[in-house]
């Protein structure tokens, strides 16, 4: 038996446990679509059972910004790990934890002053939605029990997130007797480059002053709607919804779980329009794609508030709160992406991403395209068939995984021109045939 066929009986092996066993996002296990075994992964390459190489487009949904197997990035989990992996977080308190907070407090918005952390980025979105509805119990307002969002956002899976999640591309349809009910506004329609509309924040300007006696908080994610519909919208409405807040007496809530540490071209998206919100949301790339971790930022008013309140403190400690060894990868993942030239990077991405979609424009089955920093969209007229277009780019030797209509790239920060260039004109070639 040569050495390949003994790669081909092992993998199909370990499919067909995968199959038995494992659920995936998202997946049916009555109907299972194979999965790909990953057996390794170095800089923007994915390593396949079969010995194929891919090109991730994905970094891991958003995550592996410095790219696979970094070594700055495993030198600080190794030396974490010879200290203390892990330990309670409850009247005990570390380096790792301590030094993340005061640099995320250092690098967010102005006015974002304590954190909470936790474990996921749904898991931060619940703590913020908390945190709001503790806030106004504690000002003896407690009908203050509504959020305002926009359509086409995303904030995760667990129950409050899924309530102010999209109610069509969501899951309100199916899960529509056990989610509680908020207000949705109209998905914001003006581009980031265009000229501003006050007609585009008409109805959210409406439903704020109309609820503001029940609403706790507007919860949205800034500038970019990424994966309710990965849209980018103009900075003049951000602004907008801050004045809006501040004018009805609402809490903002800034989920930057997708745009924040650098994926928009600025550190956290609420600096495209220069606004601080009350609580904010971390995620994804926190760790550099390392492991699991999150953050909920708020400030000081708020965390005064609800710490003045009858309760006397804030009612929430998960089991693995401030992980060490996540906060301690976490520390260096920030350290190293403020260390380099960032932004440039993150415009020479674009700068490349902005000529390399113009050819798809001239597709029939193309709808349009769009590119914000280092995220690059290709939005069909239909949805696309993800298992089959799937084998197609794993064909072409790289990583992309669309969702709905959107064909999209959210590389790795460290991809070459050239590598960029490859998952670009492979996806072409898809797409085009
Ligand atoms: C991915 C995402 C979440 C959910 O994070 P998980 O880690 O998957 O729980 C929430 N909000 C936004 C904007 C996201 O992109």
Not at 83 to 91: A, L, N, P, R, T
Not at 130 to 152: C, D, E
Not at 320 to 343: E, H, R, T, Y
Request: charged share 20%.
């Amino acid at each position: 038996m040569n050495s390949i066929t003994k790669i081909d009986l092992a993998q199909s092996e370990l499919l067909k446990k995968d199959q038995q066993f494992v659920w995936h996002p998202y997946s049916s296990l009555s109907a299972p679509i194979p999965a790909y075994e990953v057996v390794s992964a170095k800089g923007v390459h994915l390593k396949l059972a079969d010995g194929r190489e891919l090109i991730d487009g994905m970094a891991s949904w958003w995550c592996a910004i410095h790219g696979y197997n970094h070594p700055v990035l495993n030198a600080a989990a190794k030396d974490q790990i010879d200290k203390v992996s892990h330990v309670m977080f409850g009247g005990i308190t570390h380096a790792p934890a301590v030094n993340l907070c005061e640099k995320l407090v250092a690098i967010t918005p102005d006015g974002l002053d304590k954190v909470f952390l936790s474990d996921s980025g749904s898991v931060a979105v619940e703590i913020a939605i908390k945190m709001a509805f503790q806030y106004w119990i504690s000002q003896g307002q407690p009908q203050k029990n509504k959020l305002l969002t926009l359509r086409r956002g995303y904030h995760g899976d667990t129950f409050a997130a899924m309530s102010v999640c999209d109610p069509e591309t969501g899951m309100h349809h199916i899960f529509d007797q056990v989610v509680a009910k908020h207000h949705f506004a109209p998905a914001p329609m003006i581009g980031v480059h265009e000229p501003w509309d006050e007609e585009d924040i008409a109805e959210f300007t409406t439903i704020i002053r109309e609820h503001k006696q029940q609403l706790a908080a507007v919860i949205l994610e800034p500038i970019v709607q990424g994966a309710g519909g990965m849209r980018f919208y103009s900075p003049h409405y951000l602004k907008r919804v801050r004045e809006l807040c501040d004018d009805n007496n609402v809490l903002l809530i800034a989920d930057e779980i997708a745009t924040g540490f650098g994926r928009s071209g600025k550190l956290f998206a609420c600096e495209w329009a220069g606004i601080s919100p009350d609580i904010m949301c971390l995620g994804k790339a926190i760790t550099g794609g390392y492991m699991t971790l999150a953050a909920t930022l708020c400030s000081a008013e708020v965390s005064r508030g609800i710490c003045e309140g009858e309760a006397g403190c804030f009612m929430h400690g998960p089991t693995f709160m401030g992980n060490p060894l996540a906060c301690a990868v976490a520390n260096a993942s920030i350290d190293l992406l403020l260390s380099s030239d960032w932004q440039a990077n993150i415009q020479r991405i674009e700068a490349q991403l902005l000529t390399a979609v113009l050819p798809f424009n001239a597709l029939n089955d193309v709808a349009t395209t769009r590119v914000l920093g280092a995220i690059g969209v290709i939005e069909m007229k239909t949805p696309v068939n993800v298992a089959e277009i799937q084998k197609r780019f794993v064909a072409e030797g790289i990583w992309v995984r669309p969702f709905g209509k959107n064909v999209y790239v959210m590389p790795p920060y460290i991809i070459s021109d050239s590598e960029l260039e490859q998952l670009m004109s492979g996806i072409y070639r898809v797409l085009a045939n």
